[in-house]
Nanobody, 122 residues
Framework: QVQLVESGGGSVQAGGSLRLSCAAS????????MGWFRQAPGKEREFVAA???????YYAYSVKGRFTISRDNAKNTVYLQMNSLKPEDTAVYYC????????????????WGQGTQVTVSS
């Protein structure tokens, strides 16, 4: 069983930055693929970024070059550094984990956090 707790959300003006954190329980964190997703009001949940156990990273086109995903296995934590934020980045951001990378990419991870709100004003 893995529990995920996100933090770091908040309100920021366009062009600003935020760093989200996702703390995971469990001793097998380092072997898990991790992902960030977001869901805006009235929209479907969408993929934002993912990082595999070996460190490979993947990004949605809409955030590439602005967001950076990273992980610290010693702290059982994955991060999402968000720069040059835009109003369209406003959403609830969710952390996801699964030992199978394909499940993270397909939004079918076994484990999800409760989400953290990010609001970007123009």
């Amino acid at each position: 069983q893995v529990q995920l707790v996100e933090s770091g959300g908040g309100s920021v003006q366009a062009g600003g930055s935020l760093r989200l954190s996702c703390a995971a329980s469990g001793r097998t964190f380092s072997s898990y693929a991790m992902g960030w997703f977001r869901q805006a009001p009235g929209k479907e949940r969408e993929f934002v970024a993912a990082i595999w156990s070996g460190g490979s990273t993947y990004y949605a086109y809409s955030v590439k070059g602005r967001f950076t995903i990273s992980r610290d296995n010693a702290k059982n934590t994955v991060y999402l550094q968000m720069n040059s934020l835009k109003p369209e980045d406003t959403a609830v951001y969710y952390c996801a984990a699964d030992p199978r990378p394909e499940m993270v990419l397909s939004s079918e991870s076994n484990y999800w956090g409760q989400g953290t709100q990010v609001t970007v004003s123009s």
